[in-house]
């Protein structure tokens, strides 16, 4: 006899949670660079690796646009793209946030990265970086933690869209299995 199956628990609560709390750590992070870090100063935690520096970024990802010749434009139509997208990904957490996945999580990391930038974009006129590092030859722009949540939310979702879950086998398909 089959046991009765438990009704699923939204997600939707504890993913909005995740943004909070990526929200919450940005912040925090922020602050603390910008009390204890001397603006671009920094300090060694890898020798040639990885530095924790405070650098102000007034452009977009990878300071694209810092160097604008018009920087209230530029800050605006962040400050707007960045409404627009926090939007867009919190319509879609809450649409497909129903069960927890890799795609779910990582809406909920890019919405609080989303959101981490814009109140920075919108309070401060600048977001705070603060993250440095090299490998090899290659030195990465400094970012953040809100960067960071928005990259590792991204990869979520793409990870879910090249390898998606496997839908539960229907009784059709495992009929054709077993050659009934």
Sequence with gaps: MHEEA???????PWLLLIS???IILDRITK???AKHVQMGDGIVVI???FR????????????????????????????????????????????????????????ALVL??????LYDRAYYHYVVDFLEVHIINYHFPDFNVADSCICIGAGLLLLEMLWPKNAEPSEETTGELRGA
């Design 6 to 12: 438990k009704p699923k628990r939204d997600a939707r």
């Design 20 to 22: 909070v709390l990526a």
């Design 31 to 33: 602050i603390a660079v």
């Design 47 to 49: 020798p040639r690796v």
């Design 52 to 107: 924790i520096t405070h650098v102000l970024n007034t452009g977009a990802a990878f300071s694209m646009f810092a160097d604008s010749t018009s920087p209230t434009i530029v800050r605006i139509g962040l400050i707007l793209f960045s409404v627009i997208a926090a939007v867009a990904v919190l319509t879609m957490l809450w649409r497909y946030g129903r069960n927890w996945s890799g795609a779910s999580v990582g809406f």
């Design 112 to 117: 609080g990265g989303a959101i981490g930038n």
